[in-house]
Nanobody, 114 residues
Framework: QVQLVESGGGWVQPGGSLRLSCVAS????????MGWYRQAPGKQRELVATITHSNSANYADSVKDRFSISRDNAKNTVYLHMNSLKPEDTAVYYC????????WGQGTQVTASP
């Protein structure tokens, strides 16, 4: 049974920082491209960042230079370090694992507001 469990979301003032974590189980984690996506109310889910099995990272233009994705294969965990958060970053953030099949976490809310 595959599980992706996100944590670390919450409320932060604009300009603040958060770190999201996603722990995977039931998959051979090191083989998977891991990613973070987000969905704001009334909008489609969008890519935030991905990191391949070989640690090649890719970012949406809107978060480049502010967010950083990393992975720890020994802990089956992928992280999203978010700095200089803006109100438009407010969304539910989802962890994604993709190789032959694709899996999603349940999401964690991030709110950046005064």
């Amino acid at each position: 049974q595959v599980q992706l469990v996100e944590s670390g979301g919450g409320w932060v003032q604009p300009g603040g920082s958060l770190r999201l974590s996603c722990v995977a189980s039931g998959i051979t984690f090191r083989l998977y491209t891991m990613g973070w996506y987000r969905q704001a109310p009334g909008k489609q889910r969008e890519l935030v960042a991905t990191i391949t099995h070989s640690n090649s990272a890719n970012y949406a233009d809107s978060v480049k230079d502010r967010f950083s994705i990393s992975r720890d294969n020994a802990k089956n965990t992928v992280y999203l370090h978010m700095n200089s958060l803006k109100p438009e970053d407010t969304a539910v953030y989802y962890c994604n694992a993709r190789w032959v099949l694709e899996y999603w976490g349940q999401g964690t809310q991030v709110t950046a507001s005064p």
